[in-house]
């Protein structure tokens, strides 16, 4: 995810000097897109799958804006496209916040924030799984590429492709004011030490309602448990 991740950041600056999209929102003009024609076929043309979450673009709301939009969430490289004409695509430039609300049926919910990488902070889109009066909890789907392999001993050759990795969960409004989201450790040891002086009481209501750290709605169940016994 990285590679995707730090190859969009390194081309950022050059993407900026190009022509913005703009979008009409109650009266008003906003630059919503940067304009990034063939940009991500060109750069993933021979990897087999690919980077997006859906590959068709699908009905949605963002911010404000009246006219339902038509987008696709590129997770390799972590930005939202939006099909502006049958041969015209911009991304969600990151210099604005959104809130976008897809009209597939699914009810899901993305939003800008800020979270930390090697310590730098980064503005980034994430699905809103569950926002209560004490926490928001937040998924960010994974998807690695991985560059073609020669084949070599016993191991076959092996092309461009991407691989789906397991989603990242982070939470907002636990432990500090600090706006920057936290992530929630992947492995059980680290996930029950996140919660330092409930580690324990949240160990034994893991195991005695059977809940693990992979799934949402188990998450949103140990997050309500946390916040009951420590309110």
Request: avoid cysteine; proline fraction near 3%; charged fraction near 30%.
């Amino acid at each position: 995810m990285k590679f995707g991740l730090f190859y969009f950041l390194s081309i950022l600056p050059f993407i900026s000097l190009a022509q913005q999209e703009v979008l009409e929102v109650r009266g008003s003009v906003i630059e919503i897109g940067i304009l990034v024609d063939g940009l991500n076929d060109s750069k993933y043309a021979n990897a087999d799958g690919s980077p997006y979450l859906n590959s068709e673009f699908i009905p949605a709301k963002v911010n404000d804006i009246k006219k339902t939009q038509f987008i696709r969430y590129n997770v390799v490289d972590q930005i939202f496209e939006v099909q502006i004409k049958t041969n015209k695509v911009v991304m969600l430039d990151l210099k604005n916040d959104f809130s976008i609300q897809l009209l597939d049926g699914s009810d899901k919910k993305y939003r800008t924030a800020m979270y930390s990488i090697d310590g730098k902070r980064i503005k980034s889109f994430f699905e809103v799984v569950k926002k209560s009066e004490n926490f928001i909890l937040y998924k960010q789907e994974r998807k690695k590429y991985l560059k073609a392999q020669k084949a070599e001993g016993y191991q076959d050759k092996l092309p461009e492709r991407f691989v789906d990795e397991a989603p990242t969960f982070y939470i907002s409004n636990f432990k500090s004011d600090s706006p920057t989201l936290l992530e929630l450790p992947n492995k059980k040891k680290k996930f029950v030490a996140f919660f330092e002086q409930q580690r324990k009481a949240v160990e034994k209501f893991m195991k005695q309602e059977k809940l693990g750290i992979k799934e949402p709605n188990d998450l949103v169940r140990i997050m309500d448990f946390v916040f009951s016994i420590t309110q």
